[in-house]
């Protein structure tokens, strides 16, 4: 192990879960409202950050960032309310393989819809954080004399700081406004959520616009850091064992759980000197940060299939 | 659906009870439609023979999901990863290790079918939307270990190439039969199925045997027992039914059929890497399958055609679209093929959950009550 570097790797992967948790956020509000688990909310950060991109190129509309930002999120909202309109309203009361075969096939559309319209290319995504200083931290703490200290880009802080303060704000928005709490209803029980007078059509319709809104954020996030082309979709699939390992029904548990898959890929970047491997098997650990989400899946669905947060409804055989 | 036979079809003797194919016309028009697809080379252009290649292969892969979510009611996103595993013990076993093809295709069945096992072992614990992410990680793991173990052997991400599979006959009278040609360096009658137009003839064959199968684990016991097991598990289980064993057999068979439409696969593009299949060929088996209907031994055929042919549409009207949108130079087939794959899935799944193959049921029902019902 190399402790010098244990502090960069644990903490760099800790703030790349930021925006993991906020797609993991995204997929389980829809998933507590609507029992729809969405596997098209990659397609739909694709969307809002190739929308964002157009309003602020010069090759489309050529708006400010922050008006681009906006009106990718408007975009964003009427995406969500379209796709819950269009594909979702009619599964309803349908079965369980029609609803996850749904959304995969709404995901696929919308990846070509988006190559269609947008191309193939690679774009270069306005940049939001300056990438020339990074922040350096000097830990309280030393390793053989040295102190550590942390170099951390400016992106990677500021998106996990805008991811946790999306988190903020929702959790507040469920706790203290109408809608939230009818929301919150209409996740408990649909039925009864109806007998208050609860259009739970309208709660559909509202959490697919938030989730929307929340891809957008992250998919712009995302592309700052890395650039946009399409592989943006695929980002997400580092969130679906994130949603799995906090619970299909828990918000604190879906942040919890990015930020876990996010600590995990950073800590099996490290560079690890070999002493009980051979320097092959070394090498592969560390290029597995795409396969780790999907190993702590397995083992938390053996261990604890609910999650660490999510209620115990799972149907056990 | 009730079965409805036309008048005067009545069952005369077990054997005609028991009985598939229960007419002669019937017999003769699949023999006819048989000894059409088995002569294909000989008057189809190459790219139609390729196109029904592909179809065969796909067909097999989706005939083992059938057992597996249309039978069992399982849902499972690994088939493709499956196929990888197939693919590449074939390969490794012809290639590396000198097997004759037709013994490693077997092989590799069985291989991936252990494999598929080792997924299916979720099943036992966790069911519905949890046992999708389950099957899914096999998406990723697998062809993540091929990329990263035995580096010497896999060669990592570019993948392997793999030989032509040959048959050898000894030379007799001095002459090489059934169109073989001599090779002096084995001294023996070689053919090589090296072209589309030969391979066909294994897809063909491999078809024929994995159509039988999947026809009559449906209606064994094996085959009731697993749809006991999607209608209602509690009951099944009271029944007698062991959940565990027979979910896992399920998995077993779907891997099985998986890992041989994967060697088929490789052997028919002469390559194998992790990208050969994915995920999304994953998700496209999942849609043929309810595209052609879900739990009928129809489904997978008219399924995979008809997806098949969609992704062949692609490719036919990708130039004319590039040419209408210029800003979709190159991208034109990679758009167009998740675009018509969602749409029709999606469409299917709105108006027609139950598939091309209930449509079927439903025209031959009417055909056979005209003109009293429509």
Redesign the interface.
């Known amino acids: 192990m190399n402790w010098q570097l244990l502090p960069q790797f644990a903490i760099t992967g800790l703030l790349n879960g930021g925006p993991i948790a906020l797609m993991a956020l995204g997929i389980v509000l829809v998933f507590k409202s609507s029992e729809v688990f969405n596997f098209a909310h990659g397609q739909m950060l694709l969307i809002g950050a190739m929308a964002a991109w157009w309003f602020a190129s010069p090759e489309g509309m050529g708006l400010p960032l922050w008006a681009a930002i906006i009106a990718a999120l408007a975009v964003s909202v009427l995406l969500g309310l379209a796709i819950e309109r269009l594909t979702l309203r009619p599964m309803t009361g349908q079965p369980l393989l029609s609803i996850i075969l749904m959304t995969l096939a709404l995901g696929q559309f919308l990846q070509g819809l988006t190559i269609f319209v947008f191309g193939t290319t690679q774009r270069n995504f306005p940049v939001i954080f300056s990438v020339t200083n990074p922040y350096r931290i000097t830990l309280p703490l030393t390793y053989n004399d040295n102190p550590i200290v942390v170099v951390l880009r400016q992106n990677l802080v500021w998106s996990f700081v805008i991811a946790m303060i999306c988190v903020i704000v929702l959790v507040l928005f469920f706790q203290y406004t109408r809608t939230g709490l009818a929301m919150r209803a209409t996740a408990e029980n649909h039925e009864t959520a109806q007998s208050v007078g609860i259009r739970i059509n309208h709660v559909f319709g509202i959490s697919w616009a938030i989730a929307g809104v929340i891809a957008a954020i992250s998919g712009i996030l995302i592309a700052t850091a890395s650039g946009l082309d399409l592989s943006l979709s695929i980002v997400v699939l580092a969130a679906f064992p994130a949603v799995l390992l906090g619970g299909l029904e828990s918000i604190p548990g879906a942040v919890l759980g990015g930020l876990i898959v996010g600590l995990a890929q950073g800590l099996v970047g490290l560079p690890n000197n070999s002493f009980f491997m051979g320097p092959a098997a070394a090498q592969a650990i560390r290029n597995s940060a795409e396969i780790v989400p999907y190993i702590l899946l397995l083992i938390v669905l053996v261990i604890r299939p609910d999650g660490l947060f999510g209620q115990k409804r799972i149907e056990r055989v | 659906m009730a079965v409805l036979r036309p008048s005067g079809d009545f069952d005369t003797s077990y054997e005609h009870d028991l009985a598939v194919v229960r007419q002669r016309w019937q017999w003769a028009l699949l023999l006819l439609l048989l000894l059409a697809l088995f002569t294909l080379p000989y008057y189809a252009p190459a790219p139609t023979v390729s196109l029904i290649n592909r179809i065969g292969i796909a067909i097999i892969a989706v005939q083992g999901l059938n057992i597996l ?1 249309g039978y069992t ?1 399982q ?1 499972s996103l690994g088939q493709a990863a499956f196929m990888t595993v197939g693919g590449y013990i074939s390969a490794l076993l012809v290639g590396a290790a000198g097997w004759s093809f037709f013994l490693a295709l077997p092989v590799a069945g069985l291989g991936a079918g252990l494999v598929g096992l080792i997924f299916g072992l ?9 046992l ?3 099957t ?2 096999a998406q ?2 697998i062809p ?1 270990l091929t990329r ?2 035995y ?1 010497s052997l896999l060669n990592g991400a570019q993948g392997i190439n793999v030989p032509v599979p040959t048959f050898s006959l000894p030379v007799i009278a001095n002459t090489c039969f059934l169109g073989t040609t001599f090779n002096a360096e084995l001294g023996t009658c070689v053919y090589r199925f090296a072209t589309p137009s030969q391979f066909i003839h294994i897809t063909l064959g491999v078809l024929i045997v994995s159509t039988i199968v999947a026809l009559n684990i449906s209606r064994s016991r094996l085959g009731r027992a697993l749809i006991s097991v999607r209608d209602n ?1 509690l009951a099944a289980e009271l029944l007698g039914v062991n ?1 565990f064993a027979y979910k896992l057999k399920a998995f077993f068979i779907a891997a099985v059929y998986a890992g041989v439409a994967g060697a088929l696969l490789a052997h028919n593009l002469r390559h194998i890497n992790s990208q050969t299949v994915g995920l ?1 060929d994953s ?1 496209m088996f ?2 043929m399958l ?1 595209v052609g209907g ?1 739990g009928s031994n129809l489904g997978p055929i008219l399924g995979a055609t008809l997806v098949v042919l969609l992704e062949e549409l692609a490719t036919v009207l990708a130039p004319p ?1 590039a040419a209408l ?1 210029p ?5 034109a087939t ?10 029709a ?2 469409l299917f ?2 108006f027609e ?1 139950r598939g091309l193959a209930h449509r079927w049921m439903l025209i031959k029902a009417a055909w056979r009550l005209r003109p009293y019902a429509r």
């Open positions: 979510t009611g849902i979720p099943s036992l614990r966790v069911k519905g939307f949890y999708v992410m389950a899914l990680s990723f793991i993540w990263h173990i580096p598990d959940l999304v998700i999942m849609g309810v879900l679209a949108l800003t979709l130079a190159g991208g990679a758009a167009l093929k998740p675009l018509l794959f969602g749409l899935l999606m799944l709105i959950p």
